[in-house]
């Protein structure tokens, strides 16, 4: 069974500062592996998808990277705003067809302006 | 805007009560998904259903029943629910041949 860990569990930074989330899982035979960002008592917003044969995927200032055989995936920040203040979750996509997609609790971001 | 709504947005209800939760998406998507998310817990998949057919149930109780009449509608019917499924139901879609899933806004559940 797939079991994911997102550390840190909530982090506060400074406006402006480069971050890191991490995320890492049990099962390294995953199709994809998506990255959302949720708003307290909201929905989830999807942010980079990264293909099982990419290592790493670029939108804006976010930079998510992929490393299928340590099990492990990497969100950067740059140059971080208080509008990136969210719940971020990684969630490794399994089961061709279904898409199944096993989450992790998230890392709570505060960007502190 | 993701392209997917779900009604009602906040929802109390009694354990004796039956009330239902509503997802709609009009992006063309052919898998609807339904998840559960708990305080402090992991979101976790409650159904999957490909062109109306449900093709993944994740051991949820009974009392939780899926409907899925047609591909741009997705419904949740509730009984007898306990207070321990209060929570956070997402609804979410996908494209036949896509990976990418988009979410609604959720459905917040409280059972007294």
């Known amino acids: 069974k797939q079991e994911v860990t997102q550390i840190p569990a909530a982090l506060s930074v400074p406006e402006g500062e480069n971050l890191v989330l991490n995320c890492s899982f049990t099962d390294s035979a995953i199709y994809n592996l998506q990255w959302f960002r949720q708003d307290p008592g909201k929905g989830l917003t999807s942010l980079l998808l990264i293909q099982s044969s990419q290592r790493e995927q670029t939108s804006g200032r976010l930079n998510a990277s992929l490393d299928k055989s340590s099990g492990r995936s990497t969100l950067y920040i740059a140059a971080s705003q208080p509008g990136d203040s969210a719940t971020y979750l990684c969630a490794p996509i399994s089961n061709f067809g279904n898409e199944k997609l096993t989450f992790g609790t998230g890392t709570r971001l505060t960007i502190i302006p | 805007e993701t392209g997917v709504t779900q009604t009602p947005r906040h929802l109390v209800m009694g354990m004796t009560n039956k009330k239902s939760l509503k997802c709609e998406q009009h992006l063309g998507h052919n898998a609807m998904y339904w998840y559960k998310q708990s305080a402090k817990k992991p979101l976790e998949l409650m159904f999957v259903?490909?062109?109306?057919?449900?093709?993944e149930n994740n051991s949820v109780p009974s009392r939780f029943s899926p409907e899925c009449p047609n591909s741009s509608h997705l419904f949740l019917h509730l009984h007898t629910l306990q207070p321990e499924d209060s929570a956070l139901y997402l609804c979410?879609?996908?494209?036949?041949?896509?990976?990418?899933?988009?979410f609604g806004p959720g459905t917040r559940l409280t059972v007294l």
């Open positions: 979410a879609s996908r494209a036949s041949g896509r990976i990418e899933q988009f």
């Open positions: 259903y490909n062109f109306k057919e449900q093709t």
